[in-house]
């Protein structure tokens, strides 16, 4: 349904945004050719991480040098090779690939109309731990574990439990009229995109209907509650920094 002239469900406020896909506007993105990428969160925002949107034309390439970021896909749809560590994976939609700082990787020979979703992170090392390693993932093979004891809210965790990571990635299932089960304030930041389905976002004071396609950045401490409705299950990837000092 188009909205009426001049209007959109967008709002960028001073800790949180809700960016709908009526108002994406591409940029071109050192590193990638051959694709339309949205930067639908970043540092201009007051963010930590980025949060890229990359839809693949036949042909389009992804590349990125070892840096000190670490980066984190999800392949919502379609399918590509990703290399990671000198080693090619083909990789098909609700899969995965985490490449830690220090490491180069490419997304390679993508199906037309194949989107990512990438979160790039300055990776914030921790005395004593290993640096995290590469992995490549399916989140079809990680079983979503009831939240806070809800079988209708469930959780996916798609990197390991683990102190070397300073990033989480996760997917969160709710059936119809499931909700998170209290406001959450908490010190980490989140960057998350609508799957499917819909329901309402509280962040800080607003509440906000949001459907599939939609992507929200929400600060430290941005209170924060869901509840899915509709008639079909709503799901959202989200990335949260976690495992590392307050201060
Ligand atoms: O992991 C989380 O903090 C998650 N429960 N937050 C959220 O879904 N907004
Ligand atoms: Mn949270």
Redesign the pocket.
């Known amino acids: 349904m188009s909205l009426p002239y001049g209007q959109t469900r967008t709002r960028i406020a001073a800790r949180h945004a809700l960016i709908a896909a009526d108002g994406h506007v591409k940029s071109n993105v050192p590193g990638i050719t051959g694709a339309a990428t949205v930067i639908l969160i970043s540092g201009a925002m007051g963010a930590k991480f980025a949060q890229l949107l990359v839809t693949f034309e036949a042909g389009g390439r992804a590349a990125f040098p070892a840096n000190d970021l670490e980066t984190f896909g999800y392949f919502e749809s379609g399918g590509a090779t990703v290399t990671l560590d000198r080693t090619p994976h083909r990789v098909a939609p609700g899969g995965y690939f985490f490449a830690p700082a220090g490491e180069a990787w490419t997304i390679t020979a993508p199906k037309r109309g194949t989107r990512v979703t990438l979160f790039h992170k300055k990776f914030s090392a921790l005395a004593g731990a290993p640096a995290p390693r590469a992995l490549i993932g399916d989140a079809a093979k990680i079983p979503g574990q009831p ?1 806070l004891g809800d079988p209708d809210a469930r ?1 996916q965790t798609l990197l390991p439990d683990e102190s070397a990571f300073d990033l ?1 990635v ?1 997917i ?1 299932t709710y059936q119809p009229g499931a909700t ?1 089960p209290f406001v ?1 304030t ?1 010190i ?1 930041e ?1 960057g ?1 995109l609508m799957l499917a389905g819909q329901g309402v976002y509280r962040l800080e004071d607003s509440w906000y209907p949001v459907t599939a396609g939609d992507a929200i950045w ?1 600060a430290p401490y941005c209170p ?3 509840v899915a409705m509709g008639k079909q299950p709503a799901s ?1 990837l ?1 990335y ?1 920094d976690v495992n590392r000092a307050a201060i």
């Open positions: 939240f959780l989480a996760n969160f998170l959450e908490h980490m989140h998350l929400m924060q509650w869901f959202y989200y949260k």
